[in-house]
Every structure is written in structure tokens, then in C-alpha cells.
């Protein structure tokens, strides 16, 4: 083949070595408007496993690499006058300059045509030059071949919220080390490693506002580079700050990061009377966060994948087909990993108020790829460590500590969800969910909510659904609470109440879910006549009686659940029911003091709310489920979430159960795992309130990140709960070899440090709190 790669970044060059060793008849050319020995940005960063994916695509070039390679195990933080410090981490920094210089002289060492010096402003003419059979567009984040071709890339780029410049130093530092300074107008963060004997990189980031109200926007280069010098002197012990993008005007240095996702990675061009395919590869295809120092990663593993495709592939179309399916997976993983740690450093005001020690585990884990018992594999010390100091005591599992909410005490932080099981008749519950609810709260959860319980016949899902509006019903869960109460496990009940509105009257889950009964139907309410979907019947939209009589059925309903012995009682604003299509501006079309602005249309369920919360005791809590995102154009986001969360707080609510989407047939998730809970995250850091993580939460050990990351409080595991009722005890059977201190009686459930929990009225440490 004919292979031209435009652009000698790694990308470019790692792929046309690989390539030129898979058969060294390939004719391959790169083609770089630098010269050899130029370079913007420092140093560059790669994990341990990278290195042993170049190992294993070329032994030479990776040992050359592995050689000029500084590496680190440690992770410093310092935050509000403190330090805290990890090891175990595994990085590896080498200047970026020095990385292509080794690729380059490989290239050469195997017959590979280098071309500097050449600006490539019509890629078709300069592949018929040179009769390419093959493009690779890795021409960088601004490739002008994917602007070029647009139509098929079909490039989303989004710039994100922080500046950043990226500057070096003399200054070595021994550890990954991420320094945090308030200003009067916010706060700055800085990056820094060490990736050669004597310079290490030091990156500058802060929110763009802050950035502007500090005038760094109207500096010049050595202006705003004396104003880093000065917010971060402690750590430079002296030595300046050195900008090597002089050809950068002005404040120009500093960045917006844009993060760059192509739907299509392929594009075909006849050129030279043939059908030239042209692949995008590296920064062209692709961006992800520098705070996760992934970039360069991606570059070379793009390389290592197409060379592998086309190994494994006869056909050129097959090999890039291949390809893209293959790569376009695995950088999606590594993209929604990038964006959360974008995010929580575009946020750390968010996490201000967290302690030094908290703060640090929260930045650790912000990716949501590093986990709990993956810190401990690390740093086992340190997490013990962290662990003891989480609990105020002896080291004990995250997901394990206890919580107070009012007076009520749960042994820990699992939640059995609220789960449709489509069993009630009439309303009333059955043997069955006896045996259901009964067998969770043996299994070791610290609390076990009962699914959404109607307040009228008419606020059910389907026939089969739980309802809550007369004494016999009461009657037949206060035998469910009854034996949770008396089954020594310590245990605790919830509710959950909703009415279905626009999506009631619909068959149960295993027939068609969401849509009518093909007989029988009842008559919908909802914010206003909008139908969830073509064959769901339209409902009224309600009057002021109406309202008033459904909050009076909610009222009711809360009596006897009190009456029943509930321990928890939450009201349900979620999913595209009655009270969520009052919230979501997709369902709501009022024209009244019940529509238009959030503030409107959230005022009829809080009445609901508040009308409830006077009759509850006082003593238990109360929660409010909510959809945090709509998923859909013009519907809510979690900018309004906050806003819905501070509302509720301001009532009386004690906590957040924080769901999304379902409000329309439109909504287009983001799937993943723990996707929901970046919205529990935000609500509960920035309103102050506590919040319930919900969804695609599978493991202990994502429960454990989150209850130690201060992402939520509680954490509603559902689906596993449904194929093991033990799931709780069996995750924390699965742990105990590695907690050397943890207790027994956790598994037994003849719970002795829970009894002994429950004679402590007074916190005893920031679990409690």
C-alpha cells in the first residue's frame, strides 16, 4: 500500500512505524508543517498499562520510551492550606518533544519517508501526488481534513468551561501533584509532573469567569504568566514559569478545552481514478480532557487498533470498518471518563467545603474509573486510613457506615429501590410482598422501600400496583412493616407514593409496558391534556379541585402510612407522573400560577409536599424523587435540577432521591454505569442537601466511591437486589478478607455494632453527620 499520514504528532507517526513493520513493502509517508525539532506544550503523561500496550505493539520504540520516561507512584494534593498524598498510582511523564523525536528516528530506522516543513492545505492533491491507497487525517484538533469533510465526520466539538494555559518549570516535582488556590473571585488549579531530570509541566486552569474578573483575558503573555507565578509561589520554590507558545499572542495562550466527538471516523474520495479511503486518527477524531492525560494515550492506541485491523482483515474497507466500530467504543469510555473529570474541575467550588481529606478521595475518584477497591490495591494504607477517618473510628466499608436522618438511624448507606412488581389487587398487598420485602430487609440493606403506592384507585400505574387510600390496605402493609421491625435484622421501611397521572391506566411490565389497557381504562389527570405517548389515552388537565382533592388523597395516604409504621416516606416528582408532568415544561402548557416558570410549575407538588410533611412525624424523614435531566430538547436539565432541589430543601425535604429522564417518549439518556449520579453529586454539594444515587449502581464498589466521595449519601440498588436478596451481606462477605477490623456480626445479622449505634444519640464523626 500506499500509506500517507498527514500530521507527525504521535498519532501519525506511531501508526506508520507499526504499519511499515507489519510489511515493509508499504510505501508510507508522513507529512508535518513543523520542523522536526518543534513543539508546543511540555511534558506528556502515560499509565503503566499504556506502556504495556506499546510493549506489546513494538518492543524497540516502547523501550526507548520506557527509558526516557520519569515515573511516579505518588499523587499529591494541596487544598486549603493542607497536603494529602497517595501512592501506588503508576505514571509515567516524558517531554512530548523527546516521545516524537524517539517515533521519528524509528520511523526513519525503518524506511519511513518523513516530510517537515509541508503545509498540507488540499489533502486530495497531495494524496494523488503521491498515489495514496491510504489517508490518515492526524492533523490534530484542528484538522482541516475533518472541517473538509464534515458531512461524513460529522464533528461535534464543544468548548468547555475553564482557561488553561500550559506553561513549564525548572521546579521537579516528586509526586503528580494538583495545587488549589482561592482568589476573591475563585478558585485556580494547577496541574504539574515532572517529565524529564530537571522540567516538569505546570497547567494553570481556572473557570473562564475567573478568569475574566482577574483580567487575565486582557494581559499580555508575560503578564498573565507573573500572575501564576505569584497565586502558585509556594510550590515553585522560586523558579519561574516558561511559556514555549511564543508564536501565541496575548492572553491567546490560555485555552478553552474542545472536546471533539466524530460520529463517522471514515470518509471515501476518488483521487487519482481510485477510491481513496481518508481516516481520522488521534486529536482529529477525538479529544479528551488533559486532566486525565488520555490524549496521548488515544493517539497511540488509535495507531495500535488500525494496524491491528488490518492484520486481521483482508480487505481495506473490512480493516477500517473494523476500526471504527472497534475504536469508537473504547474512546466513548474513555471520553464520558474525561467529561466527568472536566467537570468536577470546572466545579471545585462545588467541593470547597468538603475537608482536605474528602476533597482528595473526590479527586481521585472523579472519573468514576478508579474505584474504591482499586484505590486499595494502590494504597491499602491510605485507604484504611481514609476509611478510619470516614467513620470516626475503626476502618470500616463506606457502604457500611450508618446514617442518622432526624431520629432515625439507618445501620448503613444501601437502599433497596422502590421496584414495580405489578402484584397488588385492588391495591391491597399480598403474601407475595411479604415475602419480597421481607427477604431484602433480611438481606443486610439498611433500608427497603415498598414500590410507588397510589393515593387513589385512580393514581395506580397499572391494576396491579399498590395503593394506599383505605384502612384495609394500611392493615396489609402494617404486616409488612411489622415483620421488618420484628425480624431483629435492624432493618428499616420506606414508602414511596406517587400518583401515575398521564402514564396510569397502562398494562403491567412484562405485557406492554406504557401502553393502555386493551379494556377497562380509567380517566387520566395531568398538569395539562398532554398524552405520554400516540396510544395513551389524553388526560384532563386539572382543575382546582382537582388539585385539591388529589392533595387531600396525598394527605390521607401519609396518615396511614404513619398509622402503619412506616420508618420513611417519600413523594414521587419523577418519570413523567402526575406531579412530574406539573415540573417538566414538556408536559406542562398551563397558563395559570401552575405553569409557565420552574418556580410555577414546581408550586403545586411542593403544596403537596408541604400538606404532607405536616402530618409525618416530625422525628422520621421524608425524601423527594426527582428526574435531575429530561434527556429531551426544551425539557429540564440539571441546572434546573438545583433549582427543584433547593425548593424542596426549603420545604421541609431531607433528602433528594435523585433519578432522571422518563418524562418523555423523546428522552435520549446517556447511558452508563452510575450515569445518574454526577446529578446527586451536584445537587447535594452545591443545595446542601443529601441525596439518594440511583441507577446502573451494581457493585459495592461503586457504592463505596460514592458514599466516600460525598457524591451522595445513601445509594437505591435495584436489579441486583432483584436476583439476590442478600445482595447487601454477600458484597460485604466478598470484601471482609480485605477490612481486618471490620465486624463479624455485619454478616450474621445479629448486628452488635448497630445495636451499639443505636445507643448513641450524639455523632460520633463525619458518617454520622
Not at 520510551?65 to 494541596?78: K, Q, R, S, T
Request: proline share 4%; charged share 20%; with cysteine.
Amino acid at each position: 500500500m500506499h500509506i500517507l499520514c498527514l500530521g507527525g504528532g504521535p498519532a501519525g507517526l506511531y501508526f506508520a512505524l507499526l504499519m511499515k513493520l507489519q510489511n515493509p513493502a508499504h510505501q508510507i509517508t508522513v507529512v508535518e508543517r513543523n520542523r522536526p525539532f518543534d513543539t508546543f506544550g511540555w511534558g506528556v503523561v502515560l499509565s503503566d498499562q499504556t506502556l504495556g500496550n506499546l510493549r506489546a505493539a513494538d518492543p524497540v520504540s516502547a523501550q526507548l520510551i520506557g527509558d526516557a520516561f520519569n515515573h511516579w507512584d505518588d499523587i499529591e494534593v494541596f487544598f486549603k492550606g493542607r497536603s494529602v498524598r497517595s501512592g501506588g498510582h503508576g505514571f509515567c511523564g516524558i517531554g512530548r518533544k523527546r516521545l516524537l523525536n524517539i517515533l521519528q528516528d524509528r520511523c526513519m530506522a525503518l524506511g519511513v519517508d518523513l516530510v517537515f516543513e509541508t503545509d498540507v492545505q488540499d489533502d486530495q492533491a497531495i494524496a494523488a501526488r503521491y498515489a495514496a491507497d491510504l489517508v490518515v487525517a492526524s492533523d490534530g484538533l484542528n484538522s482541516r481534513i475533518r472541517n473538509r469533510y464534515a458531512d461524513t465526520f460529522k464533528p461535534d466539538v464543544e468548548l468547555r468551561a475553564c482557561r488553561f494555559v500550559w506553561l513549564g518549570t525548572r521546579k521537579t516535582f516528586d509526586a503528580f501533584t494538583f495545587a488549589f488556590e482561592r482568589t476573591e473571585h475563585g478558585w485556580f488549579a494547577a496541574h504539574a509532573y515532572k517529565f524529564d531530570a530537571d522540567t516538569s509541566t505546570f497547567i494553570v486552569e481556572t473557570p473562564e469567569a475567573v478568569w475574566k474578573a482577574h483580567g487575565l483575558d486582557q494581559m499580555s503573555q508575560e503578564d498573565g504568566i507573573a500572575f501564576c507565578e505569584r497565586l502558585f509561589a509556594k510550590y515553585l520554590d522560586g523558579n519561574p514559569l516558561m511559556n514555549n507558545a511564543t508564536h501565541v499572542r496575548g492572553s491567546a495562550i490560555w485555552i478553552r478545552f474542545p472536546r471533539v466527538v466524530c460520529e463517522r471516523w471514515v470518509h471515501r474520495e476518488d483521487i487519482g481514478n481510485k477510491q481513496v479511503p481518508i481516516v481520522l486518527m488521534g486529536d482529529a477524531a477525538h479529544t479528551a480532557h488533559f486532566s486525565i492525560g488520555s490524549g496521548t494515550k488515544l493517539a497511540l492506541e488509535d495507531a495500535i487498533e488500525l494496524t491491528n485491523c488490518f492484520a486481521q482483515h483482508r480487505s481495506t474497507d473490512a480493516a477500517l470498518q473494523a476500526y471504527e466500530a472497534l475504536r469508537s467504543v473504547e474512546v466513548l469510555k474513555i471520553q464520558n471518563a474525561a467529561r466527568n473529570s472536566t467537570e468536577w474541575f470546572e466545579n471545585v467550588d462545588r467541593y470547597s467545603g468538603l475537608e482536605a481529606e474528602q476533597f482528595f478521595y473526590s479527586l481521585l475518584t472523579r472519573s468514576q474509573r478508579i474505584s474504591h477497591e482499586n484505590l486499595r490495591v494502590r494504597d491499602a494504607k491510605w485507604l484504611q486510613g481514609y476509611e478510619q477517618w470516614l467513620a470516626g473510628g475503626k476502618p470500616v466499608l463506606p457502604m457500611l457506615t450508618p446514617l442518622k436522618a432526624r431520629e432515625l438511624l439507618l445501620k448503613n448507606r444501601i437502599v433497596v429501590s422502590p421496584m414495580a412488581t405489578y402484584s397488588a389487587v385492588d391495591g391491597l398487598v399480598q403474601d407475595f410482598h411479604l415475602v419480597h420485602l421481607g427477604a431484602r430487609a433480611l438481606g443486610g440493606a439498611g433500608l427497603v422501600f415498598v414500590e410507588m403506592t397510589a393515593p387513589c384507585a385512580e393514581g395506580r400505574i397499572t391494576p396491579g400496583c399498590p395503593g394506599l387510600w383505605n384502612a384495609v390496605q394500611m392493615q396489609g402493609f402494617k404486616r409488612i412493616v411489622d415483620f421488618v421491625h420484628a425480624s431483629g435484622q435492624g432493618a428499616k421501611i420506606g414508602l414511596q407514593l406517587g400518583h401515575s397521572g398521564p402514564k396510569g391506566s397502562t398494562q403491567v411490565g412484562w405485557e406492554a409496558a406504557d401502553e393502555p389497557l386493551p379494556t377497562g381504562n380509567w380517566p387520566l389527570l395531568a398538569a395539562s391534556a398532554v398524552a405520554y405517548g400516540p396510544n395513551n389515552q389524553t388526560p384532563q388537565a386539572m382543575t382546582r379541585a382537582d388539585m385539591d382533592r388529589v392533595k387531600a388523597e396525598f394527605v390521607q395516604s401519609t396518615r396511614y402510612a404513619a398509622e402503619a409504621g412506616f420508618d420513611w416516606l417519600e413523594l414521587h416528582c419523577a418519570h413523567g407522573y402526575l406531579l412530574s408532568s406539573f415540573i417538566t415544561p414538556l408536559t406542562n402548557q398551563r397558563t395559570d400560577e401552575y405553569g409557565g416558570s420552574l418556580d410555577n410549575r414546581c408550586r403545586y407538588p411542593l403544596e403537596v409536599f408541604a400538606a404532607m410533611r405536616a402530618v409525618w412525624p416530625a422525628h422520621l424523614p421524608m425524601s423527594v424523587r426527582i428526574s435531575a435531566h429530561d434527556w429531551a430538547p426544551g425539557g429540564n436539565t440539571a441546572d434546573d435540577a438545583i433549582h427543584i432541589a433547593r425548593l424542596f430543601k426549603a420545604a421541609g425535604c431531607d433528602f433528594i432521591d435523585v433519578s432522571s429522564g422518563q418524562t418523555t417518549r423523546a428522552a435520549k439518556p446517556v447511558y452508563g454505569r452510575m450515569y445518574q449520579t454526577p446529578f446527586a453529586d451536584r445537587i447535594r454539594n452545591e443545595v446542601g442537601i443529601r441525596t439518594i444515587a440511583v441507577g446502573a449502581i451494581s457493585e459495592a464498589d461503586h457504592i463505596n466511591s460514592i458514599i466516600a466521595a460525598g457524591r451522595a449519601d445513601l445509594c437505591a440498588i435495584a436489579r441486583p437486589h432483584l436476583a439476590d436478596p442478600a445482595w447487601t451481606l454477600h458484597e460485604a462477605a466478598k470484601l471482609q478478607s480485605r477490612q481486618v477490623d471490620w465486624p463479624l456480626p455485619y454478616l450474621s445479622g445479629r448486628d452488635q455494632l448497630y445495636r451499639e449505634l443505636q445507643k448513641q444519640t450524639a455523632s460520633t464523626g463525619p458518617a454520622l453527620k
